[in-house]
């Protein structure tokens, strides 16, 4: 029995249920969200040709309903990819081979820094043709990644080791996001006087080139060589709540302010939906959006197939990202603020009450009260928010997809995976679960993604021995073991200690959380999974790949 396997047990019954409920098709419900994407937005996205039928079905009625809503949405770093005029220059200074070779040629004019080759004898971490050296190395090693800034190489343990430190975009994501990664390397002089690097250490092992904590913002700071280095942090996330500041701030704002609707408790893609039109009406009227960071994540993502409140929205998305590109405040803040207001003055805050959906943006552009108020009590699905941006509202009302980014911790956690395989992995996503089992809609599934099946395919695909990343809703962690007699096999849960209560992530969400830890969900855990799967040299998937069955059901493709 796959049962009594040792390694499935600290899995539990309750999560082994947990993802066997979780349909992960990202590929069916992508499309889905992407058909709908598509209809205001057309990004160059490979992900396109969509169903006909979903394209029709969301045109045509009014009425979406979000059902089959268990995988990850796209969010604004894989969807758009035109980055904003007044960040792109901050791109300009990725390390290109023209970038080093202006640096020898400096070196080379530099008196102090001319060298006979007599002298070159030990490695001098301090040269900065050390830097040339793992520049050139990277730029060859990491054909996927773009570097942005080094810091200057730090002694390593033994003489001829340095440890570097970088920062680095994948080229992949469609954010300016950057990440870091500090290695350590080898070197050896060569015959025409070079520094060659002889070996390079795997994600994160240049350890004393890891920046201590309180030194993160000085980028004057060369390295911490020689000390005991404190655990990392991403100091560079600050997803702080804004507070408005005095009462007067207060009053010379404007508003939009939506009470909870029928999407609350419904699955993360009707909340994003529902979620960008309210945020888009707000922009369209030039409001604030008044914005409830308290999400409710739907039972399907819960191993206890509960729905579960009190989840924050800084665990699934990059808060500070929303702040910079969007005017909104908190709600807690902003009800706060109000209450103040009409308490100390005898004139109240003038605020509009809107109760119906059918009251549309354009009807609201003129109204000059502080506060406008969207009301959702009437019965579903007339509660839902994004009726707000339907029908004729969908033409003056864009969704900012831009100002979604998935959290950056979890995008940490994905980066660490693909920086341990040295970016160089390939990747197959296997959907199980209960499409598998349901035989009249997909009746080859089971049997098209069984170990053998999928062994006998990928041979022809993926190179023996490669790093292969499997995405899968399948519980059991065994049930892969036959592809390990030809490819080096990875699983999410091969990396359970990134989020594990040693890790970096359990440690800042905790802190998020008011001290609270905080639970390493199913939509976490799909939305880490896919990000990897996307980072793979070659991806495989199930359908159109695995399996000929269609990825909506039979005589759907
Ligand atoms: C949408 O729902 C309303 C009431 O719920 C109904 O009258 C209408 O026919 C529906 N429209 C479509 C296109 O299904
Ligand atoms: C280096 O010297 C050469 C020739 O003397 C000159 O053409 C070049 O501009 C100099 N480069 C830099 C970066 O100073
Ligand atoms: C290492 O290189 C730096 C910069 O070129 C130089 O200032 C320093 O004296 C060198 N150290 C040794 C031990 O050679
Ligand atoms: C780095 O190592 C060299 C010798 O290998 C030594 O001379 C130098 O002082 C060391 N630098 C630091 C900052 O420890
Ligand atoms: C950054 O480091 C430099 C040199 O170590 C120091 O002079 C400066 O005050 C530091 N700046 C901050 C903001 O800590
Ligand atoms: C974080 O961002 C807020 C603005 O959103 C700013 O007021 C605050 O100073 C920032 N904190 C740090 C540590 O940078
Ligand atoms: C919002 O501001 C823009 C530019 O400032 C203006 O063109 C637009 O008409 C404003 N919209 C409303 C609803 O006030
Ligand atoms: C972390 O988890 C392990 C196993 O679940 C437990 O034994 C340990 O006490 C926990 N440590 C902390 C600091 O919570
Ligand atoms: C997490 O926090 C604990 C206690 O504050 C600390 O001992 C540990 O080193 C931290 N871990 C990481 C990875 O930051
Ligand atoms: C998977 O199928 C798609 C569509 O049929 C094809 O374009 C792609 O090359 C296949 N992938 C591999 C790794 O063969």
Redesign the pocket.
């Known amino acids: 029995m796959k049962d009594s396997d040792p390694t499935t047990e600290p899995i539990g019954q309750h999560l082994i249920k947990l993802i066997s409920n979780l349909c992960f098709s990202v590929f069916v419900f992508s499309v889905l969200i992407i058909t709908v994407i598509a209809i205001t937005y057309q990004p160059p996205d490979p992900w396109l040709e969509s169903t006909p039928a979903l394209t029709k079905f969301f045109t045509s009625s009014e009425n979406a309903t979000f059902k089959n809503d268990e995988s990850v949405v796209k969010t604004g770093e894989d969807l758009v990819s035109v980055l904003p005029p007044a960040i792109s220059p901050a791109l300009g200074n990725q390390i290109t081979e023209e970038v080093i070779e202006k640096s020898e040629e400096v070196i080379a004019n530099s008196t102090t820094l001319k060298l006979n080759c007599d002298e070159l004898r030990g490695v001098n971490c301090s040269d900065p043709r050390i830097l040339i050296a793992v520049e050139r190395f990277n730029l060859k090693a990491f054909k996927s990644i773009a570097f942005l800034e080094y810091q200057s190489p730090v002694n390593g343990s033994k003489e001829d080791e340095c440890d570097v430190s970088w920062r680095f975009r994948n080229k992949k994501e469609k954010s300016w996001r950057k990440y870091r990664d500090f290695r350590r390397f080898k070197f050896d002089v060569g015959e025409d006087c070079d520094y060659k690097v002889v070996h390079a250490g795997g994600w994160h092992s240049g350890i004393n080139a890891r920046r201590p904590r309180s030194a993160m913002n000085n980028r004057s700071r060369g390295g911490g060589s020689g000390r005991v280095a404190p655990p990392v942090r991403d100091e560079e996330i ?1 997803d ?1 709540i ?1 507070t408005l500041g005095s009462e007067t701030n207060f009053r010379k704002g404007k508003y939009l302010y939506y009470s909870r609707g029928g999407d609350y408790c419904k699955g993360m893609n009707q909340y994003l939906w529902s979620f960008l039109c309210g945020l888009g009406e707000a922009m369209y009227l030039n409001r604030t959006f008044v914005m409830d960071l308290s999400v409710c994540l739907a039972g399907s993502y819960n191993p206890s197939n509960k729905d579960e409140e009190g989840k924050d929205f800084r665990f699934y998305f990059d808060f500070e990202h929303l ?1 910079e590109v969007a005017s909104i405040v908190e709600e807690g803040e902003f009800v706060r603020d109000w209450k103040k207001w009409d308490k100390g003055h005898k004139r109240k805050i003038p605020v509009r009450k809107v109760v119906s959906h059918k009251v549309t943006p354009m009807q609201l552009r003129k109204d000059k009260n502080t506060i406008i108020m969207r009301q959702f009590d009437a019965p579903e699905p007339e509660n839902y928010w994004y009726r707000v941006c339907e029908g004729q509202a969908a033409k003056y009302i864009q969704r900012p997809w831009h100002a979604v980014w998935k959290s950056k911790r979890l995008m940490n956690i994905v980066t660490e995976i693909s920086g341990r395989m040295d970016w160089d992995f390939d990747a197959v996503h296997v959907v199980r679960g209960e499409k598998a089992q349901n035989k009249e809609l997909w009746p080859h599934l089971d049997s098209d993604t069984a170990p053998d099946a999928i062994l006998e395919k990928l041979k022809g695909m993926v190179q023996p021995w490669r790093n292969l990343y499997i995405a899968t809703n399948e519980p059991f962690y065994n049930y892969f073991d036959k592809l390990r007699s030809n490819f080096k096999v990875h699983l999410l849960d091969d990396f359970k200690e990134l989020w594990g209560n040693t890790s970096e992530w359990y440690n800042e969400t905790t802190l998020v959380n008011n001290g609270r830890p905080v639970e390493f969900d199913g939509y976490m855990r799909v939305a880490v999974d896919t990000e990897v799967f996307y980072r793979a040299k070659t991806r495989v998937e199930t359908f159109y790949n695995l399996t000929k069955d269609c990825k909506d059901g039979i005589n759907t493709c």
Do not use: D
């Open positions: 600050n702080t804004p702040k």
